[in-house]
């Protein structure tokens, strides 16, 4: 992300030639990214954990477990390039996900451009990645819950596609664990959403929408500038 939009002043005390000096040192404020789910074992593998996963697949790829507790989530810090993440998974059960991510932005008096929120998603196809820079809760009672506690929804979101149940209602879809056809698709989801993730992290929302809004076949990569329009159009997610 932009240096100069998100690193803070911090002051420091300098000894020189005898005398106390105020030294002002850049760092960089905390990004929050908070994967929603439920807690407990019997939760773990559902459609509705989907987020959990995202979060516990950035830990692993820095060699780090999600484990530590505080503000009713567990917890871990890592370092994306020069970036400070917070890594949180609220405790809290689904529908008040809000009260643990807001103790968070509060605690590091940070603004809403500095909170990413992975879910899952009834509207979009099994292992679809979707970010999008701010927006309604739709459906979901998790993201209605952190909309409350942050009075806005002007905060970047990631959604991973678990697809519109067949013959169940909405809540025990959510609930139910991924079919085996489903399983190394949302594997592959899991992979790329973390990747989108800190796409957001080192180069914004915008260039990680640009890069990840795709569908699971399409490939990643730069459309040619001398395409034609009708390639154009076939290309379109």
Not at 153 to 172: C, H, M, N, Y
Request: hydrophobic letters at 40%; aromatic letters at 8%; charged letters at 20%.
């Amino acid at each position: 992300m932009a240096k100069t939009a998100y690193h803070r002043l911090i002051p420091r005390i300098s000894l020189q030639n005898g005398l106390i000096l105020n030294v002002f040192q850049e760092e960089p404020t905390m990004i929050i990214i908070a994967g929603l789910g439920n807690p407990g074992g019997k939760y773990d593998a559902t459609r509705h954990n989907i987020g959990f996963h995202v979060i516990d697949a950035l830990a692993a790829g820095q060699q780090t477990a999600v484990n530590q507790k505080k503000f009713k989530s567990h917890f871990a810090e890592i370092r994306v390039g020069s970036e400070k993440v917070l890594l949180v998974k609220p405790q809290t059960y689904m529908n008040l996900s809000g009260e643990s991510i807001g103790h968070w932005m509060r605690y590091y008096q940070l603004t809403p451009d500095r909170l990413m929120v992975v879910y899952d998603d009834m509207d979009f196809a099994p292992g679809e990645v979707r970010l999008r820079q701010k927006g309604s809760a739709g459906s979901h009672n998790g993201m209605k819950s952190i909309i409350q506690h942050l009075g806005t929804t002007e905060f970047p979101r990631l959604r991973v596609g678990i697809g519109k149940p067949l013959w169940q209602d909405a809540a025990s879809f959510v609930l139910a664990r991924f079919t085996p056809e489903e399983i190394p698709v949302m594997r592959d989801a899991v992979t790329t959403a973390a990747e989108a993730a800190q796409c957001f992290v080192q180069e914004g929302i915008q260039m990680a929408m640009n890069r990840y809004n795709r569908k699971p076949e399409e490939p990643v990569q730069e459309k040619p500038a001398n395409e034609s329009a009708q390639e154009k159009e076939a290309n379109q997610p």
